[in-house]
Structure formats: structure tokens, C-alpha cells
């Protein structure tokens, strides 16, 4: 498990927040793998503590109409325990 610090723009990480948006076309430059976590950040500046697992990496050598270079990161929000 690898963690990640992407950059997004706020529209679209807003979307993510609210649960709209499960999935994310990125570049696959990082060897995403199912179980890294993920940390947005906007204009370099971390967005919010909330931190999102990969489910599912979709690549090319599976979808013929994605370009070689990208992937498909399906994401779900890690929930953090609450302190008791």
C-alpha cells in the first residue's frame, strides 16, 4: 500500500466529498494499486484530512478506449474511527 498526494480542482474534489463523483482518470505514472490512499490536494494546499482507498484500477490492457498512459482509480472514503 502506497500513499499518494494528488493534485485536483476544487470543483471536482467537492464532488468526491459529497460522494457524487466515485472515480477518478489519472495518468498512471504511480503504479496505482487497489488498497493506496489517496490525499487530494487544491492549488498545493491540502484540501481536508479526509484521506480515499483505491477499490478498483481500471488500465488500458483492459479497456481498449483508454489510452495507455491512463487508468480509471475507483475511490471510497477511508472513515476514521471516532475517539471514545
Not at 487530494?40 to 479526509?50: L, M, P
Not at 490492457?61 to 487508468?71: A, I, P
Request: charged share 30%; with cysteine.
Amino acid at each position: 500500500m502506497k500513499y499518494h498526494d494528488l493534485k485536483i480542482e476544487r470543483r471536482w474534489l467537492e464532488r468526491i466529498h459529497d460522494g457524487s463523483k466515485t472515480s477518478e482518470l489519472r495518468v498512471n505514472d504511480r503504479d496505482f494499486q487497489v488498497g493506496d490512499i489517496i490525499q487530494f490536494t487544491v492549488d498545493g494546499d491540502i484540501y481536508s484530512e479526509r484521506e480515499y482507498k483505491v477499490t478498483h484500477v481500471l488500465t488500458s490492457d483492459v479497456c481498449q478506449g483508454l489510452e495507455l498512459s491512463y487508468c480509471i482509480l475507483s475511490v471510497v472514503e477511508v472513515l476514521k474511527e471516532p475517539i471514545t
